[in-house]
């Protein structure tokens, strides 16, 4: 797709060979279950959503970096580019910028005027590469669990069936102390108090929203 020296750009959903070292490099930066990482990158298509991945030739691994870029909601001439990343020993090359003008190619390809995105850190770099400040978005997301009409079905008979019930079901008389419980004469011992809560100390992390028209 774009290739400079031993780098180049593809499309994930066209290697899906590269899925989980892809999962692997982002989980460098932003930590989490590989399982639920890949699920988020793998629904990667020609439209949107899509990820890209960076390779190169000369590493022992072939995934060097990675951007997604999302549909937003409610704007059909909007992109929003996320999880950007690029391996930790091979920034300060360029490579963020190789990504970032593949990820902007794609999003007018496929019909969006605007690119956005988020950072904490790398406010300087957008900047250089055209982004200034923007409105705060939300990606688009798919909702990929549907249930069948029987399966909708089923559920509310249960729902129905378990509202009709009591919320126990033995049949022991209204004035009968029930075995399992102990008897009014003995009730239990009052809990011990809860320890103090703990202080958290959390950093805090400003979040600037940036925009492109794209040309």
Same mark, same amino acid.
């Given at each position: 797709?774009?290739?400079?020296?031993?780098?180049?750009?593809?499309?994930?959903?066209?290697?899906?060979?590269?899925?989980?070292?892809?999962?692997?490099?982002?989980?460098?930066?932003?930590?989490?279950?590989?399982?639920?990482?890949?699920?988020?990158?793998?629904?990667?298509?020609?439209?949107?959503?899509?990820?890209?991945?960076?390779?190169?030739?000369?590493?022992?691994? +072939?995934?060097? &970096?990675?951007? %997604?870029?999302?549909?937003? /909601?409610?704007?059909?001439? !909007?992109?929003? =580019?996320?999880?950007? @990343?690029?391996?930790?020993?091979? +920034?300060?090359? &360029?490579?963020? %910028?190789?990504?970032?003008? /593949?990820?902007?190619?794609? !999003?007018?390809? =496929?019909?969006?005027? @605007?690119?956005?995105?988020?950072?904490?850190?790398?406010?300087?770099?957008?900047?250089?590469?055209?982004?200034?400040?923007?409105?705060?978005?939300?990606?688009?997301?798919?909702?990929?669990?549907?249930?069948?009409?029987?399966?909708?079905?089923?559920?509310?008979?249960?729902?129905?069936?378990?509202?009709?019930?009591?919320?126990?079901?033995?049949?022991?008389?209204?004035?009968?102390?029930?075995?399992?419980?102990?008897?009014?004469?003995?009730?239990?011992?009052?809990?011990?108090?809860?320890?103090?809560?703990?202080?958290?100390?959390?950093?805090?992390?400003?979040?600037?929203?940036?925009?492109?028209?794209?040309?």
């Amino acid at each position: 797709m774009h290739a400079a020296g031993t780098f180049g750009v593809c499309y994930l959903h066209e290697r899906p060979d590269l899925l989980t070292e892809t999962g692997e490099l982002i989980n460098t930066e932003w930590p989490r279950s590989l399982a639920a990482r890949l699920a988020s990158i793998e629904g990667s298509s020609g439209a949107l959503p899509c990820s890209l991945v960076l390779t190169s030739q000369g590493e022992a691994g +072939r995934v060097v &970096g990675h951007a %997604r870029i999302m549909a937003v /909601a409610g704007r059909g001439d !909007a992109a929003l =580019v996320e999880t950007v @990343v690029v391996a930790a020993h091979l +920034r300060g090359r &360029g490579l963020g %910028r190789l990504l970032m003008e /593949a990820a902007e190619k794609h !999003a007018c390809k =496929v019909g969006c005027s @605007v690119v956005h995105l988020s950072t904490h850190d790398q406010l300087g770099f957008y900047t250089h590469l055209g982004y200034s400040s923007g409105p705060v978005v939300s990606p688009l997301r798919k909702c990929v669990a549907q249930l069948t009409t029987d399966q909708t079905e089923s559920l509310l008979e249960g729902l129905a069936g378990s509202a009709t019930q009591g919320p126990c079901s033995d049949h022991t008389a209204p004035n009968e102390p029930h075995p399992l419980l102990p008897s009014p004469e003995a009730p239990p011992p009052p809990a011990p108090p809860p320890p103090p809560p703990k202080v958290l100390e959390c950093p805090v992390v400003t979040v600037t929203w940036m925009k492109k028209d794209l040309a």
